[in-house]
């Protein structure tokens, strides 16, 4: 763990010092992406006991910490797309830990642990911290709370420009195609 740490964080510098060019660009969102795949395999690799991902888990945990969530509110509190966020939810109702909750709106897919995915996350609640214990321990409590509170910006700076160029879109009549 501490290699692959050791040896990721010298490829991000690397990167973000503009250095080591033909290996990997200085793309903000390349860097993003790097380091989110490899910190990710490394959250999989301590859960995978469990039988959860790490984003399975992330899903589960916040169901279950909101008792019951219907799609928009997994979309906003994990900010990711509905296409991946459905798919990811069918294999957990496939899967028997989650299910749909009734709700009034036939129209809204609200969901809700059952018992075997309370149980999954109990399973998998101690090894996500020590994940969480050996990354920070690795990256250090207050660098992190620095790159969280950066990467926060960075998150709300995105979501709006997108949602604004969303809008945007929407409002602008089709141009394609037209002289």
Known sequence: MADSMTSMTRRVSTVAAGQDRGRLSPCVCNTLRMVSRVVTQLYDDVLR???LRVTQFSILATIGR???????????????DQ????RSLNLLER???????????GRIKAMRLTSKGRRALAVARPLWTKAQDKVLRELGTKAWADAQRRLTHLLR???TKRRQGRERRAVAPDTVGRK
């Open 49 to 51: 006991p469990s039988g």
């Open 66 to 80: 909101m008792g019951e969530a219907n799609l928009k509110q997994l979309e906003n509190a994990l900010a990711i």
């Open 83 to 86: 296409t991946t966020l459905t």
């Open 95 to 105: 899967d028997g830990v989650i299910e749909r909750a009734s709700h009034p709106d």
């Open 157 to 159: 700076v995105a979501v």
